[in-house]
């Protein structure tokens, strides 16, 4: 099995960072033989979507759909394609995800999937375009924002859950919300990411 750990945060061997090692020492820690990769999205060239709907509109039946930009999200898309696990580690700026979380979310959508879902009245919704299913589950981290407040800063959740679901055909078994690290400390939620790894597996 194949797992993938997608770091959004800029800053290496922060909270964030710190949390999807802890989830992942989870995942290893009930299974042994799982292969890991850890991606550090800022370590990558990943450049904005310029919306030509290149990948939207292709009518390949694999699983993936060609970009028409060539940068690092070519190897990291073949990564993709082998998971079977995903954790998704970002912290919440002015309330959603990082930049080059929300840049990656915009890469992967339509590369993974197809217009040919409905939601409500409305065609033309992404569904996966590929079967294979995978489990993910979500890391979540603010400095000041304490959880009770969460519903009120972290927009960032519902988007990679929701968009782990249409494109990457990826079930999230849970997520978690650690907030107000600066005060509580990082250490204060590392049993809350390791029992989320477990949940992986």
């Known amino acids: 099995m194949n797992l993938l750990a997608i770091v959004g945060s800029p800053r290496k061997g922060k909270a964030t960072d ?23 999205l800022i370590d990558h060239d990943i450049q904005f979507c310029t919306n030509c709907l290149a990948c939207r509109d292709s009518k390949t039946k694999e ?8 940068d690092d999200m ?5 990564d993709i394609l082998k998971s079977d696990c995903l954790i998704f580690g970002t912290p919440v700026h002015m309330g959603f995800a990082t930049g080059i979380m929300m840049t990656f979310m915009e890469r992967i959508c339509w590369t993974f999937a197809k217009p040919e879902g409905k939601f409500l009245n409305i065609s033309g919704c992404p569904i996966p375009r ?27 959740t519902p988007l990679i859950r929701q968009t782990a679901k249409d494109s990457l055909n990826a079930k999230t078994l849970g997520d978690m919300y650690a907030g107000d690290i600066e005060n509580r400390g ?14 992986l597996v």
């Not at 070519?74 to 073949?78: A, F, G, K, L």
């Not at 990082?186 to 949940?199: C, H, I, Q, S, T």
């Open 74 to 78: 070519d190897n990291i898309n073949e």
């Open 186 to 199: 990082v250490e204060y939620y590392f049993d809350k990411a390791l029992n989320l790894g477990k949940k």
């Open 18 to 40: 710190t949390l999807v090692d802890k989830a992942i020492e989870g995942v290893v820690s009930k299974s042994p033989n799982y292969n890991v990769k850890k991606l550090h």
């Open 130 to 156: 590929s079967n294979k299913e995978r489990k993910a589950i979500i890391i979540v981290t603010s400095g000041i924002i304490p959880p009770i407040y969460r519903r009120l800063c972290d927009d960032a």
């Open 63 to 70: 699983p993936l759909a060609r970009c028409s930009i060539r």
